[in-house]
């Protein structure tokens, strides 16, 4: 609000100070905030789905995916990147 003295009457009047960037960019800022949080959170189950999935698994199952049970936590957390370090080519 902007204070503006009014010379006819000498009282003092408040009129609104037009803040639409403002406004806008705060709106913007709450909309990625929300995004952000939501992709997050999608992101944090399916990486618990996933382990919940490896831990179904037996020993022998893991061994032929090529990975151990302590690797479990390893593999949902980076589901890009392969667990015994080779490069994964596709011919």
């Not at 959170?41 to 990486?47: A, G, T």
């Amino acid at each position: 609000m902007a204070t503006t003295f009014d010379m006819s009457t000498s009282r003092q009047t408040l009129t609104p100070v037009r803040l639409g960037s403002v406004r806008f960019g705060l709106v913007r800022f709450g909309l990625n905030l929300l995004t952000t949080c939501r992709t997050t959170l999608r992101e944090r189950h399916e990486r618990r789905r996933l382990m919940a999935r490896l831990d179904d698994l037996s020993d022998m199952a893991l061994h032929d995916i090529g990975i151990s049970r302590g690797e479990i936590d390893y593999v949902a957390a980076n589901r890009d990147v392969d667990p015994r370090g080779a490069a994964i080519r596709m011919t």
